[in-house]
């Protein structure tokens, strides 16, 4: 098909009417057949010119590849699989059609194009010699490679990119997959190929020791070493400033081994620097060795509350083996005096029930953290959070974490069914119990949730309806005040009915009634536990709580047959406590069943060094705020380990135990010390005791983030740099990522130790912090990242190991070819110009030749003999037109014997030419001879 670019010049085409006019009416002396010749070739050389204007195009569709391979030539891949995908590069050219184009681009921790995009029939093919050992080959960058693949590629052909690599990808925090968006859209057909790795068989994977430690505090170094089992066992070298200390040989197994190394204690008010070789000889040996720094701390002081005495060693021995100063006290002896309490770096309650501290206490401990700067550690129990009280308490706004569930949504019904026979009236101390069971209900009534119901009932003889049920809780924390005991025996029975009427008619999910009594009450036993019975099959809970000298098996059958529990009252000074404990049990705050412990971060530096956790037997169910952090989850996505920035301090909650309860696989844990070190260390106030922010370092395959928490929202700007091993400083860029946290990455390329200091970019204070990289990331991993291969290539219409026909098969919509026929007509069009311009000058000579002859034959048959004299004298005039090269005239004049008449003609000659003048002068000798 044909198509014209410039299609307005073909109004010139209107021309060619014209010139048949004029050739029509033109007089020129020619023969018919050359003026028809002339005019044709005159026609379609103006034609070839006006068409060449109009840029005349020959179009048709092809289909047309064009193939970008790229070849991983990272340390990762193994030698002959990158001969292999030499060879099949080299057959993928030897198939493609002539017109079809590729480039190859090798890559590593850069790319390098070897050949660049063109058509096949002019590339050469790709040798182990094109490929660049100069480039750096200890990193992989894929994501760059095929941005610049994408670039090379030309447009109006089918884009297509064959991969070749082990699909390990270690430059950037940028994951592949978070830009296939981008390659979707670019039109363009990914097909990847998995190369095998080196087979590396042994690898240090992390060097353990920790980061900071207290001046002469003992601390393990280990070691994980990966093996394949091939090397039975391993001589390890531990070196400090460069100095061998240790030299053991270590048995090794296949998969992860752990070696562990004697105790370090140091003394010196500097960093300390470690460094472990392998000495074994493997295809890397790169990855044979790590590196390590430990700054020095001044020995800080813990001030550790306990609510059970009996079990703190298990925390106090391991915070005093990581440095710490332990002071083990009870709630009740909590400094009532911040000059007193600020002695301490870090405060720790263990259990302890809001209702132990005071309300300055309470408070004190808020201005401890928020305006000293120090930290807060709370650790869970059965007394602790929800169940300890801490519901809009100074406690619950320091933590991060809310007393109420996330996930709570069922409402609680309870009533509170009280014997007030005539032992409650007896004294103990200066208080009567009913007095103390009165104290007791209210401040059970005050841990009860805004929408819960509630309602109380006195029983001896007859029962006292003291308050139905209402959610109005300071009306009833006034009625509870009419309970007043009085003589007689009891009706236990028909007070446990009348509270499961009353609960039968809320609409509460929840419902429970907490049974205060003796026990002892008119009626058989049975008939009690039966009652029990039937209401736990509407669902309704009955705890009961024994006091004085009570019916403590009855009290303890009808719990049991009630789904709930039983308490003993040995002291009756403890009922309040222990009735606001049976109130919160009805809220579903305590979790006690097994489950596994989830790291939700693990590059905190809480978890440094620990990527698995012991089961847990119960925690009490919280809620994170919005902006705390979560480190530890439970099976039931609620918070387990949670901490945050509170003012200038650092606070964290552990909803768990440290007893050998819930915990009791944890206190057994070899890196239970370890744990509760790092746990401690993260809440203590920063060193520069003037900077109001704290710098967090982590690293992962050769990249480390830095990050900023900050202790106001107020927007800020920080200049963080970075000083490596050999020297070379760098700059990162931080960008803010919520109102008080802010971070940003850089990439460790050299073995070492990198420092990196932060500090506002007005401000004069800064903070410090130390990484290390013992090899690069290239030489971390060796397992083909086959998922990632897959992804890439399926999610954007590729292939997954293409075959040699796959890979040079055309495809995709055929492109539309044109070739500009322009150059090719005005060629022609000048030929044929010039062509007619010699037939039109031949012909014109050849007119006036033809009718000179003619002329000149009628005056040879006219001549008669002349004489001698006229003779010369025509001869003289020739001579002269052919030396003059002007037309002249020929008189011919009759013989006087033939006729006496005279006649004389003219004939025209034209301009003389050689042969015209020939010919002039054999007609001077015909008419010599005549």
């Not at 005019?39 to 060449?52: D, G, Q």
């Not at 119960?618 to 003012?647: C, L, M, N, R």
């Not at 301090?649 to 007893?659: I, L, M, Q, R, Y």
Request: proline fraction near 4%; glycine fraction near 6%; charged fraction near 20%.
């Amino acid at each position: 098909m044909f198509d014209f670019r410039s299609p307005l010049f073909l109004i010139l085409l209107a021309a060619i009417p014209i010139l048949i006019l004029i050739q029509l009416r033109s007089s020129v002396l020619a023969a018919k057949w050359r003026r028809q010749i002339t005019f044709l070739l005159r026609v379609i050389a103006l034609s070839c010119a006006i068409l060449a204007l109009a840029n005349l195009q020959r179009t048709h569709k092809e289909q047309r590849l064009a193939v970008a391979f790229l070849l991983d030539t990272s340390d990762s891949i193994a030698p002959s699989q990158r001969e292999d995908a030499i060879n099949q590069i080299n057959d993928a050219i030897a198939k493609l059609k002539p017109n079809d184009q590729f480039g190859v681009i090798s890559f590593a921790q850069e790319s390098s194009v070897l050949i660049g995009m063109g058509p096949s029939r002019e590339q050469q093919l790709l040798t182990s010699n094109l490929i660049e050992s100069s480039v750096e080959s200890d990193a992989t960058d894929i994501l760059t490679t095929l941005k610049r693949a994408l670039e090379l590629l030309p447009d109006n052909y089918h884009r297509r990119i064959v991969l070749f690599t082990d699909g390990i990808d270690n430059v950037g925090n940028t994951s592949v997959t978070d830009f296939l968006p981008l390659f979707s859209a670019s039109d363009v057909e990914i097909m990847t190929i998995p190369l095998n790795t080196v087979q590396d068989a042994i690898r240090v994977q992390e060097l353990q020791m920790p980061n900071q430690v207290r001046k002469g505090q003992t601390f393990p170094i280990q070691v994980i070493v990966e093996s394949d089992g091939s090397i039975p066992k391993v001589t390890a070298t531990l070196y400090h400033h460069d100095v061998p200390i240790s030299d053991i040989e270590f048995p090794l197994q296949k998969g992860r081994n752990v070696l562990t190394f004697p105790t370090q204690k140091v003394s010196e008010d500097h960093p300390h620097t470690y460094q472990l070789k392998l000495n074994v000889n493997d295809e890397i040996l790169e990855n044979n060795q790590a590196y390590g720094v430990v700054q020095i701390q001044d020995s800080p002081n813990v001030l550790y509350a306990e609510n059970d005495l009996e079990h703190a060693d298990n925390l106090r021995e391991v915070l005093e083996e990581n440095g710490f100063v332990v002071e083990v006290i009870s709630g009740q002896d909590i400094p009532t005096d911040l000059i007193t309490l600020q002695h301490n770096n870090v405060l720790i309650l263990s259990n302890i029930p809001a209702g132990t501290l005071s309300s300055e206490q309470l408070n004190i401990i808020e201005a401890f953290v928020r305006g000293l700067g120090h930290g807060l550690v709370v650790i869970g129990g059965e007394r602790a959070f929800g169940p300890g009280g801490y519901t809009d308490t100074a406690l619950e706004r320091v933590l991060p974490v809310e007393m109420t569930p996330r996930e709570r949504q069922e409402s609680v019904a309870l009533v509170f069914a009280i014997d007030t026979s005539g032992s409650m009236a007896n004294y103990v101390g200066s208080q009567k119990k009913i007095e103390l069971a009165i104290e007791a209900i209210r401040a059970g009534i005050r841990n009860l949730e805004a929408e819960d119901q509630a309602a109380v009932i006195g029983f001896d003889v007859k029962l006292r309806d003291i308050s139905s049920l209402t959610s109005d809780h300071y009306a009833l924390i006034e009625a509870v005040g009419r309970l007043k005991p009085t003589g007689g025996t009891t009706a236990m029975g028909k007070a446990i009915e009348t509270a499961g009427k009353m609960l039968k008619l809320s609409d509460a999910k929840r419902k429970h009634i907490i049974l205060l009594s003796d026990g002892k009450s008119e009626g058989e036993p049975s008939t009690f536990v039966d009652i029990a019975k039937d209401l736990a099959e509407a669902r309704i809970m009955i705890t009961t709580i024994a006091i004085g000298d009570a019916d403590k098996n009855l009290l303890k059958e009808i719990a049991i047959a009630g789904n709930g529990r039983s308490e003993d009252v040995k002291n009756i000074q403890e009922l309040p406590d222990i009735l606001v404990d049976a109130v919160r049990e009805t809220q579903n705050y305590i979790v006690q069943e097994q489950f596994q412990p989830i790291i939700v971060s693990p590059t905190t530096p809480i978890l440094e060094g620990i990527d698995r956790l012991p089961m847990l037997y119960g925690y009490v169910a919280t809620a994170e705020k919005s902006i705390a952090q979560v480190f530890i989850k439970s099976h039931k996505d609620e918070p387990v380990f949670a901490g945050w920035h509170y003012g200038l301090g650092k606070s964290v909650a552990w909803t768990s135990d440290v007893k050998p309860g819930w915990s009791k696989d944890w206190i057994s844990w070899s890196n239970f010390g370890k744990f509760w070190g790092q746990v401690v260390n993260w809440t203590l106030p920063s060193e520069e005791t003037n900077a109001d922010f704290d710098l967090i370092v982590s690293s992962r395959n050769g990249s480390a983030k830095v990050v900023i928490d900050t202790q106001h929202a107020s927007p800020t700007s920080y200049i963080v740099k970075v000083a490596g091993p050999n020297g070379v400083s760098q700059s990162v860029d931080i960008q803010q990522e919520s109102s008080m946290r802010y971070a940003g990455t850089f990439q460790m390329n050299d073995s070492g130790s990198y420092i990196v200091t932060a500090k506002q970019k007005d401000g004069k204070h800064k903070q410090m912090e130390t990484v290390t990289l013992s090899y690069p990331a290239e030489y971390a991993t060796f397992d083909v990242n086959v998922n990632l291969l897959k992804k890439l290539s399926e999610d954007i219409g590729g292939i997954f190991e293409p075959s040699l026909s796959e890979i040079v098969a055309p495809a995709g919509t055929p492109f539309e070819k044109r070739v500009s026929l322009s150059q090719t007509l005005l060629i022609i069009a000048v030929a044929l110009f010039v062509l007619e311009m010699i037939l039109r000058r031949f012909s014109i000579a050849s007119g006036y030749f033809a009718e000179l002859r003619s002329q000149l034959r009628r005056q040879s048959e006219a001549v008669v003999p002349e004489t001698l004299t006229q003779l010369t004298q025509k001869k003289s005039n020739v001579n002269s037109i052919a030396n003059s090269g002007v037309y002249a005239t020929v008189e011919s004049t009759s013989s006087s014997e033939h006729s006496s008449n005279e006649n004389t003609s003219e004939t025209t000659i034209p301009q003389s030419t050689e042969g015209t003048m020939t010919r002039l002068l054999a007609a001077k000798n015909r008419s010599r001879s005549v």
